[in-house]
Structure formats: C-alpha cells, structure tokens
Nanobody
Framework: QVQLVESGGGLVQPGGSLRLSCVGS????????MNWFRQAPGKERELVAG???????NYVASVKGRFTISRDIAKNTVYLQMNSLKPEDTAVYYC??????????????WGQGTQVTVSS
C-alpha cells in the first residue's frame, strides 16, 4: 500500500557530492520518521541517518558533518545530501519510512536501493 522510490545514486570521485531522494506514494496518512540505511558488500546494513516528524535528526558517527538528512513532508520525500564522499561510503543506500496509512495501520516500508560508488 506504500511504495518508496529512490534516486540520485551514481559514481562520484572522492571528495565529491551526491544527493539522494526517496519519494513515498500510496496510502500515506502521516509519516512518522524517515531513515537512510546503507549496505556495503560483505557488510551488514547500517543506519546512516534519521529524521522524525518533529525534524529531529541523528547520524552515524562516520558521516556526521558530511551528510545531511532533510525532508519535504508535502512531497512525502526524504533527502540525503552527501558531501566530502569517501571510498568507504560506497554502498547500496536504502530509505525506510514508518508510515501511518489511511487505514490507520502502521507500515514500515523500504525502498529498492540505489547504488553509490565513490572511486577515482
């Protein structure tokens, strides 16, 4: 009932920037919180950043000061601005939204993932 579509991944040189977007659609009454995760080859999926419905944000230590999470609630969209990218940021990035649907049920929905590769 809720779908997420991510975009904005790609290949970038070290020190470069990318902006990821994730748009939610379907039976959305309210979005409670939004997260970005990433998973590198051979590693577990890790939480990168999160933002609540009151705009409180949190980040994993390795991206603090370089990544910024933001949202446009009118567009059901969450963004991840990634600056000063490093090769260790290479991963598939996933967004997740915790949504109260129009049926007044809670839905934890994931996007399909977008590849970010940082390499010279």
């Amino acid at each position: 009932q809720v779908q997420l579509v991510e975009s904005g991944g790609g290949l970038v040189q070290p020190g470069g920037s990318l902006r990821l977007s994730c748009v939610g659609s379907g039976s959305i009454f309210r979005i409670n919180y939004m997260n970005w995760f990433r998973q590198a080859p051979g590693k577990e999926r890790e939480l990168v950043a999160g933002i609540t419905d009151s705009d409180r944000t949190n980040y994993v230590a390795s991206v603090k000061g370089r990544f910024t999470i933001s949202r446009d609630i009118a567009k059901n969209t969450v963004y991840l601005q990634m600056n000063s990218l490093k090769p260790e940021d290479t991963a598939v990035y996933y967004c997740r939204m915790n949504v109260l649907t129009r049926s007044l049920t809670l839905s934890d929905t994931w996007g399909q993932g977008t590849q970010v590769t940082v390499s010279s």
